[in-house]
């Protein structure tokens, strides 16, 4: 008898441990309405637990748990720990529990009352989840993002969402709980929340991605940075970092030059490793690797980076421009690489199909053709700009130059700065913007006419504030760049006073994106043109470089046209350019990188002597007497002045201005002034204020 109960026991306890091992494995989503599914139309279905049981199959088991405006604090309007989902959440007893709370915190009935108890409350619930199944992995969550279109964004919202964001990072280290984020991978899709809260249904599958990688650990894969390729430039004679995605756990492994070096993915499925000064030149090969996959880069140089940017002057190609065609059955140099991103779909006066535009919802608006040795046969349709700068760097530095050129036409500024600048520096800008004045008409008129009339009220385009970054710029950072030359401006010219605030941001924003505050940053000056507001635009950028530290102006407006906004004669700026980065960064102090810029005006009597920068040999362009100076007494008075040239400074006189009190020069939309200096570069646009 003693046997047969003994079989017995041991059957049942076998029959148990059978069912327990093939049990599913239980995940409960905790949270509030965004757990829920509200937006949605069939939330049982469609949600993000609901995708999520999808995506993990049938061997988990996913609860979903989420109650419309439940708050994480518990003295606050709707605590979650007073609703029935939190008592079906621990009676799940889930073996995975994924937290999602805050979003309703940000309310001003909760947040400024009561945050000091946010810590506690979150530990408390935390506690209860694990108290409902002593085993539970528990997972906590960075909060999705609130858009700017939200009611409350500038009156709180924005600020306490950051500032619980940090707490609940705090929370996940006191409490010792994964950190997954629902924040970063949808910040830059604004489209996917309709009302400004909650996601669509894509959006909602955004977050599915996010908690299975997290709880899988699949990642797909070994993956290196977005633009890494055959071909490309590394930078030479200094350590770096290449962070790539693999699945977590995965030990992977670079290989470049002799250099062998280790990373293990972390839960993240991100990896980082440090690779050691590469001598200049090459070819390299680099190897990353781990033990399901290898992934092997031939033909790799080492020497410069350079990102060429802006609008459709950067843009220009190098078979549009004067000297292209004498200079592209030259361009063959397989020490200067390109990687050309042009637009799938010009901003021409058209309007896109609706497959197009879905792409640009997606972030799908450049070509990747992949890094490209310089020839005749790649140079034609790259940036005229940026194929010559690279070929006197190249010429000069004898090191392999790598050139990227990712220019749009028509593109504002406000296009290529990340929205979390926006949101806090400029929001303004970011609201309704194809109704915004601060955005320039011409530029809504065309992204109006390219959506076309019967566009969603969420439809993207590239002239957007934040989409270039958001498509481009955000997938560049992980090049190590050595530098950015810039040109554009035409699209924001009819309002300088935003674009002194812009331009700056930009500039931030990037130094920012590459982690580099002293990223050098070279721009070039307005041209010629006839367009009134054109000669304070150009004056406003003189003034900037003042405000950003480590940047350099190229002016442009001798090689101008009085109709054609795309000037063709592209190398002079060039060299310009190239002038700014040889002195700056490579230390060719020989070489002059600036014309004259006006540094101060002294008046003596009837005369005006103005001081320059940069100022040795100064002398007409033309050997004709220097044009376009004018003196007043009186702001908005000015008369031509007689110039003449006393060492490195301009006397000016006029007969018509007794006392004069101000001066400006080269004061015309479309300018034949002459002033260089003895490097023959020209003078910058300028005019005199009360205050110098």
């Known amino acids: 008898?003693?046997?047969?109960?003994?079989?017995?026991?041991?059957?049942?306890?076998?029959?148990?441990?059978?069912?327990?091992?093939?049990?599913?494995?239980?995940?409960?989503?905790?949270?509030?309405?965004?757990?829920?599914?509200?937006?949605?139309?069939?939330?049982?279905?469609?949600?993000?637990?609901?995708?999520?049981?999808?995506?993990?199959?049938?061997?988990?088991?996913?609860?979903?748990?989420?109650?419309?405006?439940?708050?994480?604090?518990?003295?606050?309007?709707?605590?979650?720990?007073?609703?029935?989902?939190?008592?079906?959440?621990?009676?799940?007893?889930?073996?995975?529990?994924?937290?999602?709370?805050?979003?309703?915190?940000?309310?001003?009935?909760?947040?400024?009352?009561?945050?000091?108890?946010?810590?506690?409350?979150?530990?408390a619930l935390i506690d209860s989840v694990r108290k409902s199944n002593p085993k539970c992995r528990v997972i906590i969550a960075r909060m999705t993002p609130l858009s700017s279109r939200h009611h409350r964004f500038l009156s709180g919202t924005r600020d306490w969402h950051e500032e619980i964001q940090k707490v609940i990072e705090q929370v996940a280290k006191?409490?010792?709980?994964?950190?997954?984020?629902?924040?970063?991978?949808?910040?830059?899709?604004?489209?996917?929340?309709?009302?400004?809260?909650?996601?669509?249904?894509?959006?909602?599958?955004?977050?599915?991605?996010?908690?299975?990688?997290?709880?899988?650990?699949?990642?797909?894969?070994?993956?290196?940075?977005?633009?890494?390729?055959?071909?490309?430039?590394?930078?030479?004679?200094?350590?770096?970092?290449?962070?790539?995605?693999?699945?977590?756990?995965?030990?992977?492994?670079?290989?470049?030059?002799?250099?062998?070096?280790?990373?293990?993915?972390?839960l993240d499925g991100r990896w980082t490793v440090r690779i050691n000064p590469l001598p200049s030149g090459g070819p390299y090969t680099l190897t990353a690797s781990t033990n399901q996959q290898t992934i092997t880069l031939d033909n790799i140089m080492a020497g410069e980076v350079w990102l060429a940017s802006g609008q459709s002057n950067m843009e220009f190609q190098l078979q549009q421009c004067t000297t292209g065609r004498t200079d592209i059955p030259l361009s063959l140099n397989p020490n200067i690489r390109l990687l050309n991103l042009e637009a799938l779909w010009r901003t021409d006066n058209v309007e896109w199909t609706a497959s197009a535009l879905d792409s640009i919802n997606h972030l799908l608006y450049y070509t990747n053709p992949g890094w490209k040795p310089c020839s005749p046969e790649t140079s034609p349709r790259f940036s005229?700009?940026?194929?010559?700068?690279?070929?006197?760097?190249?010429?000069?530095?004898?090191?392999?130059?790598?050139?990227?050129?990712?220019?749009?036409?028509?593109?504002?500024?406000?296009?290529?700065?990340?929205?979390?600048?926006?949101?806090?520096?400029?929001?303004?800008?970011?609201?309704?913007?194809?109704?915004?004045d601060f955005i320039q008409d011409w530029v809504r008129g065309r992204a109006e006419k390219n959506m076309g009339k019967e566009h969603a009220p969420l439809q993207r385009h590239p002239y957007e504030p934040c989409y270039l970054y958001e498509s481009s710029i955000r997938l560049l950072s992980e090049l190590p760049i050595s530098g950015v030359i810039w040109y554009q401006g035409e699209s924001n010219a009819h309002n300088k006073d935003a674009h002194e605030r812009l331009f700056p941001l930009l500039v931030q924003s990037w130094r920012k994106t590459?982690?580099?505050?002293?990223?050098?940053?070279?721009?070039?000056?307005?041209?010629?043109?006839?367009?009134?507001?054109?000669?304070?635009?150009?004056?406003?950028?003189?003034?900037?470089?003042?405000?950003?530290?480590?940047?350099?102006?190229?002016?442009?407006?001798d090689v101008g046209d009085p109709s054609d906004v795309h000037p063709r004669n592209k190398l002079p700026v060039a060299h310009r350019l190239a002038s700014l980065a040889l002195h700056n960064d490579y230390g060719y102090n020989q070489v002059v990188p600036s014309g004259p810029l006006y540094r101060s005006v002294e008046f003596r009597g009837n005369e005006a002597i103005v001081s320059f920068d940069y100022a040795e040999g100064l002398h007409s362009s033309d050997n004709k007497p220097l044009r376009t100076f004018e003196i007043a007494e009186f702001i908005g008075e000015y008369y031509p002045a007689e110039a003449e040239i006393k060492g490195s400074q301009i006397s000016?006189?006029?007969?018509?201005?007794?006392?004069?009190?101000?001066?400006?020069?080269?004061?015309q939309p479309y300018t034949d002034a002459n002033l260089v200096n003895g490097a023959g570069l020209p003078a910058s646009t300028f005019i005199s204020t009360d205050n110098e």
């Open 174 to 266: 006191r409490k010792e709980c994964e950190l997954i984020d629902f924040y970063a991978p949808l910040h830059h899709r604004p489209e996917l929340f309709p009302d400004a809260v909650h996601p669509n249904y894509e959006g909602y599958g955004v977050m599915a991605k996010v908690v299975y990688s997290a709880i899988t650990g699949d990642y797909g894969g070994l993956q290196l940075p977005y633009y890494y390729g055959g071909n490309m430039v590394l930078p030479r004679n200094r350590s770096f970092d290449i962070t790539g995605i693999a699945n977590a756990g995965d030990k992977v492994c670079l290989r470049i030059n002799g250099q062998r070096h280790y990373a293990k993915t972390g």
């Open 652 to 667: 000016l006189t006029a007969k018509e201005v007794k006392h004069p009190r101000f001066v400006r020069y080269a004061w």
């Open 1 to 123: 008898m003693k046997r047969i109960l003994l079989a017995i026991a041991v059957l049942f306890s076998m029959t148990m441990w059978a069912q327990k091992s093939s049990a599913p494995i239980r995940v409960s989503c905790i949270g509030n309405s965004i757990t829920y599914g509200t937006g949605l139309q069939n939330p049982e279905k469609d949600s993000y637990p609901s995708q999520l049981q999808n995506l993990l199959g049938q061997k988990y088991e996913v609860g979903r748990f989420g109650k419309p405006g439940a708050t994480l604090l518990r003295h606050a309007f709707r605590p979650y720990f007073d609703q029935q989902e939190f008592q079906q959440a621990m009676d799940f007893h889930g073996d995975i529990a994924v937290i999602h709370l805050g979003i309703n915190d940000t309310d001003p009935r909760a947040w400024p009352n009561y945050r000091d108890e946010f810590v506690a409350d979150y530990s």
């Open 514 to 557: 590459w982690n580099n505050e002293q990223l050098p940053f070279y721009y070039v000056q307005l041209s010629s043109l006839n367009r009134p507001s054109w000669p304070w635009f150009r004056d406003s950028q003189r003034r900037l470089l003042t405000q950003i530290p480590h940047s350099g102006m190229a002016v442009s407006s």
């Open 384 to 436: 005229a700009i940026g194929y010559y700068f690279a070929r006197e760097l190249q010429d000069s530095l004898q090191c392999p130059i790598g050139i990227i050129n990712n220019a749009i036409g028509g593109s504002p500024a406000e296009a290529w700065i990340d929205r979390w600048t926006l949101e806090y520096e400029f929001p303004d800008i970011l609201r309704d913007w194809t109704r915004n």
